[in-house]
């Protein structure tokens, strides 16, 4: 970079990463996986694999599948939740009884695999198949587990709604993500309850803080386009993560029922996994609310849904499935007609852009 971006954050975390252009594809479970995140790469961006559902060997053969389209940064994500023993689900079953009446069905007889949270096999699997960067949600994993992790190689990225966490995480990560209200999917506080912040003020305050260390400090949530993105940086952010911007991209494994939605009213709600999270308003939610004291914990809700989440979209509906997406939803959606953007010419296109608003020569 020969502009002013050249002794910005930004330039750090170019060097510690090695993208080309200040911007890290969120991982969405569901939303995402190999080929979005080859194709966020191969435009100069961190591209990342949502792992939190996915087995060790899973995670081994999406890595080597990326590997085999990209050649770049590539980012794993854990989350560092606690099970517990599941709860009593009576009063969740018993509020979903009238839609199981509509939709004909009850139950899963089986329940469905659940979000886990880092152990030993998955650290193994980032041992053996050392990706550059891994971020962890929900705080951080055994301390134990988190060295072995830094012996890797790998970068080590931590997830802050507050400033409080990003204080607890700083000394423990090698970046801290400053994670808005705003932003779509699951919000990853791990301290003290939700306590929303605005994305601009969270990240201002923690680059405050950081430039005692020199830490690149990386902006989420809200960010549509590359005027957020502009902004972020001139608020001395080293990068930012685009989790809702990537749903519009050709890559994106979402429904068409969620593609259509992407710039409808999203809300904060815990109906579709006990955790709460950012999501387009759907039948569900305007019937019995966005947030219900009935939903179990974190991550149990999910799987007395999974019944009503099949039928549903298999009628293209989304009445129970979780919508997840940001409140910049609306920025990012193609003009009328328009076929979805692939990942890559998206990740180039809004890099360019923000560069040109800042006056900046790649």
């Known amino acids: 970079m020969t502009g002013p971006l050249a002794n910005w954050p930004v330039q750090d975390f170019l060097k510690r990463t090695g993208a080309r252009v200040p911007i890290i594809q969120a991982p969405m479970a569901g939303a995402g996986g190999v080929a979005l995140a080859a194709a966020a790469i191969?435009?100069?961006?961190?591209?990342?694999?949502?792992?939190?559902?996915?087995?060790?060997?899973?995670?081994?053969?999406?890595?080597?599948?990326?590997?085999?389209?990209?050649?770049?940064?590539?980012?794993?994500?854990?989350?560092?939740?606690?099970?517990?023993?599941?709860?009593?689900?009576?009063?969740?079953?018993?509020?979903?009884?009238?839609?199981?009446?509509?939709?004909?069905?009850?139950?899963?007889?089986?329940?469905?695999?659940?979000?886990?949270?880092?152990d030993a096999a998955m650290c193994a699997a980032v041992e053996e198949m050392r990706p550059e960067i891994v971020s962890f949600h929900f705080g951080l994993p055994d301390p134990a587990l988190l060295d072995r992790i830094r012996r890797s190689g790998a970068i080590v990225l931590g997830n802050a709604t507050t400033f409080a966490e990003a204080r607890w995480l700083m000394g423990k990560v090698d970046?801290?993500?400053?994670?808005?209200?705003?932003?779509?999917?699951?919000?990853?506080?791990?301290?003290?309850?939700?306590?929303?912040?605005?994305?601009?003020?969270?990240?201002?305050?923690?680059?405050?803080?950081?430039?005692?260390?020199?830490e690149p400090v990386i902006a989420a949530g809200g960010i549509g386009d590359a005027v957020g993105i502009a902004a972020a940086l001139q608020l001395d952010a080293g990068a930012v993560q685009l989790g809702t911007a990537y749903l519009h991209s050709a890559e994106a494994t979402i429904?068409?029922?969620?593609?259509?939605?992407?710039?409808?009213?999203?809300?904060?709600?815990?109906?579709?996994?006990?955790?709460?999270?950012?999501?387009?308003?759907?039948?569900?939610?305007?019937?019995?609310?966005?947030?219900?004291?009935?939903?179990?914990?974190?991550?149990?809700?999910?799987?007395?849904?999974?019944?009503?989440?099949?039928?549903?979209?298999?009628?293209?509906?989304?009445?129970?499935?979780?919508l997840w997406a940001g409140q910049a939803a609306a920025l990012g959606r193609p003009a009328r007609g328009e076929p979805p953007e692939g990942a890559q010419a998206l990740t180039e296109r809004l890099a360019s852009e923000a560069f040109a608003l800042l006056g900046e020569t790649p």
């Open 42 to 118: 191969r435009g100069g961006a961190v591209g990342s694999l949502p792992c939190a559902m996915l087995t060790a060997d899973q995670v081994r053969e999406q890595v080597a599948q990326v590997r085999a389209q990209s050649d770049g940064p590539l980012n794993l994500n854990f989350f560092c939740h606690h099970l517990g023993d599941p709860p009593d689900e009576t009063a969740w079953r018993a509020l979903l009884q009238p839609f199981y009446d509509k939709e004909g069905v009850g139950p899963p007889e089986t329940p469905p695999p659940l979000r886990t949270p880092f």
């Open 175 to 214: 970046m801290v993500i400053a994670q808005g209200f705003e932003a779509g999917g699951h919000a990853g506080h791990f301290l003290a309850g939700h306590r929303p912040v605005g994305t601009m003020a969270l990240t201002r305050q923690i680059v405050r803080e950081y430039d005692a260390i020199l």
């Open 255 to 322: 429904s068409a029922a969620h593609r259509a939605a992407l710039g409808e009213e999203s809300v904060v709600t815990n109906l579709f996994s006990g955790g709460l999270a950012r999501g387009i308003r759907n039948a569900l939610i305007d019937a019995i609310g966005p947030v219900h004291p009935a939903a179990p914990r974190f991550p149990y809700a999910s799987a007395a849904l999974t019944e009503l989440r099949r039928v549903a979209e298999a009628d293209g509906r989304g009445d129970y499935s979780p």
